[in-house]
């Protein structure tokens, strides 16, 4: 981002920059990317400091009291952009007086270079004038590192004893962007710039900006329903409009009218911003405009008819006939990723030998990708074979995290196949999936729009115009319109909202949804007949978690499990822990199979997570350890670290932590049995016939995934996701017994609410067992 | 029921099936257990599967919650009264839809097979429905022909009859001319075939000009001389043709060869003569319909022989007294 490379530059100059600053211009003023970098590995290109290089003890020990140094003097929301920028020339360090070291004024220099910077006072003008603000800046504009700063320089916020939050998405982008605005204020992180995400808070006693994930800035509302610690709320991103961010809007909107000194910013990236302008009674807009060049733009004559394909031609059909520049291909998952990046090297490696291509380096990117493996995507392209030969170039091909949330500089062609894996939910079936779904024609623009960020660039759709507007929707559905609700629900009551009905969002979701969350609270007894929180419902908003997760984290005491329960919770709360590489399927799965407990896959987890924890495995070192058997060192390494907070959580609420003898009978039975009090409304039984199962309440006919291991026949399984694919597939299951689930639900297992005969008289024979042992017991 | 013991109107009887308490015989129940095992070990077919768990999701995804779910109970009892949430007006009142996507076809793919299958049904449908309409109208295009091939019979007939009359009455010349001395008329008359005629008859013939011939019958002409003239040349072809013992005396059909490419060449010559030159009258009457060609001949026959084609037979005087009438209809 620092290194941005302005439209100006030849590309000749391009190339130098590429050459000599390139690996800096990448991942080092990446701030998305800035958790990745180790102190010492950036000895090239500008001259960096070490991180602590500005160790000094603070001078100025109180930072809520009225300012020092430059800042003397000044008054609150009427300082003017020389005033800030005096201020950040120097000499000491205007938020704590150290003095500033040779990085920070390298930095500053790249800083001003960002187009945001040229609108800072008009920006000041209108912060200053009004309560909410509307920014608008492409991504490249550095709004999410600047914005936030400018604001310090004018809102004070030590003088409040208060801090401006600025809200992300991500946790990663939260904690890098945390890390890259430290650097440029030239203050440690923790200190005065920190970041708070799920089970991690990186903040001190002098933060005075904090970054934060929109979830936890929700989670904080729920115990300061008007958010007293901040002077100025920035939310960043807005356009993605995640689920936390909508929330925070609708909570927003009302706190404002409560705490007319609050401040609050909405940013996003994209130019339908009037919508914000609108939801937020028309509040001012600034749009900063990014620096972007023509894209061409082109359309297949044809719909495609494997779009996949589609996506290999046309990537190679560049590399072999359009000038250098890098491209940008848009897939839907780690899988289709990875097996594209594997064919189009080959095709490369071909190209190579028998045509006289240039090289052609291929990188994939996804969530899941490991960080150092996601930064070989600002590695420069390869250098042609030899001087003066064909160009080579790099081919990215990324789900769409590329589209808004990276910038990647130096892509000139993007290819886009319309896809997007996109979260659906549907209260209905209650189904919480991920599908391959076409894209919005907001997405496409943006997908183009990454072609045109270093000099003119090319996009091509693999489909046809027609398509482009008649199949494509305008926007895509924010994630409220996609979401199971029921945390949500349990978010807004402890967040004071008692009318639901009435509360006033930007997209409000179908009522069918928020009916299915109360029902899912009500049977959780979360929530009381009147919708009322009830003490278990406050007790399980206390833990980040799925409702139904943390309710089984409270009662798991009473089956003797809690320790068990406790991790079982932490593995479900991280990332598979399985890895199974294409090359290595076979060896992984045997690998996997050494942890598989016939009674399922939570079960298996537990054996994993043990395994992990072991001397053995923990003196041989946990990392190899992990490498050899196929498992996630990253996740299970996080999964210790979830439960660490989850644990606390538990010891803060009086929460028993408990377990039995591994060697007790029933050590397995009583994890079951708790399972089946958290997940006992995802539960399928098996078919008369065969190998199928059915979801007992909507009655879907499903199947065990077959990542799943289930070594004993068992009529009903309780599971993690239904997912829907080609097949309807239950995927996370271990085995249960019907009557524990009469046995924690009785009300949501009477067999009158049951449609589907086979479960309703499968229920009806259990009760009356029950019903006889009961009685012959006593 | 208890109490009126003798109220049969009104007394109810216990179904049975919903009574799963009343005991069943051993037999019931040894039927039932098999019944049910046999459908326990009827495994459905991986299709019938997939077609089952699609048609069981879209039922169940076309289901809305209605007010016996317990969320619903709640919801309402917050105050909602239908419609949408929140404050807008334009609020969703229905879940986004869940879309599946089978196979890896690209954007407007699926549409696109939508459409084609649309086209290929709406033009199958068409072509049933141009069949349709065909078979309706079948009978009457078919009578149409049938008409038409009547007329066109009966025009050549009376083409024949009016040529009769005319090579009768002023065709002396041409009965003369024929040293067969065999009216041509008169011939037709009899036999009705012209394939009968020797081509030596037609050579022989008193080649008069096609537009001497009246031109409501110089079809009929015209037609007979091309008919001769094909005749001839096959016979000539024929003739031409070495057989073995022309082979033995090549002279001879060196010397027929010489003669009857002459004669052909004349021939021809006199055809290409007659039909080439654009005959203006001819192609005026040959425009209309054959029924109006018909028509014409009868008329003529009637003013100027007295002859009904339809009574087939020559009145004595104009008034043509005993013919109903003009038309062939009114013949009966």
């Known amino acids: 981002m620092a290194d941005n490379t302005g439209p100006t530059r030849s590309r000749f100059k391009r190339q130098k920059v590429s050459d000599d600053q390139g690996k800096m211009g990448g991942d080092r003023a990446n701030p998305y990317l800035a958790h990745m970098n180790d102190d010492g590995d950036g000895s090239d290109g500008v001259g960096l400091h070490e991180r602590g290089s500005n160790g000094t003890p603070h001078a100025n020990g109180s930072g809520d009291t009225a300012t020092s140094g430059q800042m003397a003097g000044w008054k609150r929301h009427a300082t003017t952009a020389a005033n800030a920028k005096a201020a950040e020339d120097g000499p000491s360090n205007p938020f704590n007086d150290a003095p500033l070291s040779d990085r920070y004024f390298s930095i500053l220099r790249t800083r001003r270079d960002l187009p945001v910077h040229a609108q800072r006072q008009e920006f000041l003008d209108l912060y200053q004038k009004s309560q909410i603000l509307v920014f608008v800046g492409e991504t490249g504009s550095g709004k999410t590192t600047q914005i936030p700063q400018f604001v310090l320089y004018d809102d004070l916020p030590q003088t409040q004893g ?162 250098e520049g890098d491209i940008l291909l848009f897939l839907t998952g780690e899988e289709e990723i990875e097996d594209a990046c594997r064919k189009i090297s080959l095709e490369a490696d071909e190209m190579i030998r028998e045509a006289d291509a240039g090289p052609l380096k291929v990188c994939p990117l996804y969530g899941t990708l490991p960080p150092a493996q996601q930064q070989r995507i600002f590695d420069a392209a390869p250098a042609p074979f030899k001087p003066g030969g064909r160009p080579g170039r790099k081919c990215i091909v990324s789900t769409n995290i590329a589209e808004t949330s990276l910038t990647i500089d130096g892509i000139v062609y993007v290819v886009d196949p319309g896809f997007s894996k996109q979260k659906v939910y549907n209260p209905r079936i209650r189904v919480e999936s991920l599908l391959v779904s076409p894209i919005s024609k907001a997405s496409a623009q943006q997908r183009a729009g990454r072609a045109g960020r270093t000099r003119p660039g090319k996009c091509f759709r693999l489909y046809t115009e027609g398509a482009f507007k008649k199949e494509l929707i305008d926007q895509s559905y924010p994630e409220i319109l996609r979401s199971n609700l029921a945390s949500t629900v349990l978010e807004l009551k402890k967040l004071g909202i008692d009318d639901l009905v009435h509360f006033d969002l930007m997209d409000p979701p179908a009522p069918e949804t928020l009916m299915r969350a109360l029902e899912e609270l009500n ?3 979360c929530l009381d007949d009147e919708g009322d929180l009830t003490a278990m419902g406050r007790l399980a908003s206390e833990f980040p978690l799925d409702p139904a997760l943390a309710v089984m984290l409270i009662s798991s005491p009473e089956f003797y499990c809690s320790n068990e329960i406790l991790s079982l919770t932490s593995l479900l709360s991280v990332p598979t822990l399985f890895v199974r590489p294409a090359a290595a399927r076979k060896r992984a799965d045997e690998m996997k199979d050494l942890f598989a407990h016939e009674s399922g896959d939570h079960l298996t987890m537990l054996n994993v997570y043990h395994a992990f924890k072991s001397p053995a495995a923990q003196d041989a070192g946990a990392k190899q350890w992990c490498h050899d058997h196929f498992l996630s060192f990253r996740a299970l390494q996080q999964a210790d670290n979830v439960r660490l907070q989850l644990k606390r959580i538990m010891e803060r609420e009086g929460l028993e932590l408990i377990s039995t003898p591994f060697t007790d009978k029933s050590y397995y039975d009583n994890i079951r049995r708790a399972l089946a009090a958290g997940f006992f409304m995802q539960v399928a039984k098996k078919n008369s016939s065969g190998k199928a199962y059915i979801t007992v309440k909507d009655g879907q006919d499903v199947l065990l995934h077959p990542s799943t291991v289930l070594g004993q026949d068992s009529d009903w399984v309780v599971y993690n996701e239904f997912v829907l694919t080609s097949k309807n597939y239950v995927r996370g299951v271990t085995a249960v017994k019907v009557e524990w689930l009469i046995d924690v639900a009785p009300g949501y297992y009477d067999p009158e609410g049951f449609k589907n005969a086979d479960v309703k008289n499968a229920l009806r024979r259990a009760g009356e067992r029950m019903a006889r042992r009961g009685a012959g017991g006593r | 029921m208890a109490d009126d013991e003798d109220d049969y109107l009104s007394m109810t009887f216990d179904d049975p099936s919903s009574n799963p308490s009343r005991k069943e015989t051993s037999l019931q129940r040894t039927r039932r257990l098999k019944a049910e095992a046999a459908e326990r070990s009827r495994v459905p077919s991986k299709k019938e599967r997939a077609e089952n768990e ?279």
């Open chain 1, 162 to 323: 208060k801090m401006v939050a600025c809200t992300q998405p991500r946790r990663v982008a939260a904690m890098s962007v945390a890390q890259r605005v430290a650097q440029e204020m030239d203050v440690t992180l923790g200190e005065e710039v920190g970041y708070s995400i799920r089970f991690e808070d990186m903040t001190g006693p002098r933060t005075i900006m904090k970054y934060m994930t929109d979830g936890m800035l929700l989670r904080e509302a729920m115990n300061d329903h008007d958010l007293k610690r901040y002077s100025t709320i920035i939310l960043d991103e807005a356009h993605e409009r995640t689920l936390a961010t909508d929330i925070l809007m609708g909570l927003l909107k009302e706190v404002v009218v409560r705490r007319p000194d609050l401040k609050l910013i909405i940013m996003s990236a994209t130019l339908d911003a009037q919508k914000f302008q609108k939801y937020f009674l028309n509040a001012p807009l600034l749009a900063v405009p990014g620096r972007t060049h023509p894209v061409e733009i082109f359309y297949t004559p044809e719909p495609e008819r494997d779009y996949v394909e589609a996506a290999l031609r046309t990537v190679l059909q560049i590399h072999a006939t359009e000038p």
């Open chain 1, 523 to 525: 049977y959780l007894a």
């Open chain 2, 54 to 332: 699609r048609v069981a999701r879209e039922a169940a995804l076309a289901t809305a919650l209605d007010a016996s779910n317990k969320g619903a109970q709640m919801l309402a009892k917050m105050g909602f009264k239908g419609g949408g949430l929140g404050k807008s007006a334009d609020a969703r009142t229905t879940p986004v839809e869940v879309l599946m996507k089978e196979g890896r076809g690209g954007v407007g793919m699926e549409s696109e097979r939508k459409r084609k299958v649309r086209e290929a049904a709406e033009a199958e449908e068409g072509l049933q429905k141009r069949q349709k309409v065909t078979e309706v109208e079948y009978r009457e295009r078919a009578r149409n022909e049938r008409e038409e091939r009547q007329a066109e019979g009966g025009w050549w007939s009376a083409m024949r009859v009016l040529e009769g009359f005319e090579t009768g009455a002023e065709g002396a010349t041409i009965t003369q001319a024929s040293e067969e001395g065999e009216g041509e008329g008169g011939e037709i008359k009899k036999s009705g075939n012209e394939e009968d005629r020797t081509s030596k008859d037609v050579v022989s013939l008193d080649r008069k000009p096609l537009r001497a011939f009246n031109l409501l019958y110089r079809p009929l002409i015209r037609q007979r001389r091309e008919k001769e003239a094909q005749q001839r040349l096959r016979r000539e072809l024929e003739v031409s043709l070495p057989t073995a013992r022309e082979r033995e005396d090549p002279e001879i059909d060196l010397d027929d060869k010489t003669a009857l490419g002459t004669a052909i060449e004349e021939l021809e010559d006199e055809d290409a003569e007659a039909e080439g030159e654009a005959d203006a009258e001819l192609e005026a009457y040959e425009a209309l319909t054959f029924a109006q060609r018909l028509e014409k001949i009868v008329q003529e026959l009637r003013t100027r022989y007295r002859y009904c084609f339809w009574c087939k037979c020559q009145y004595a005087d104009e008034e043509m007294e005993g013919c109903p009438g003009v038309s062939e209809d009114e013949h009966g």
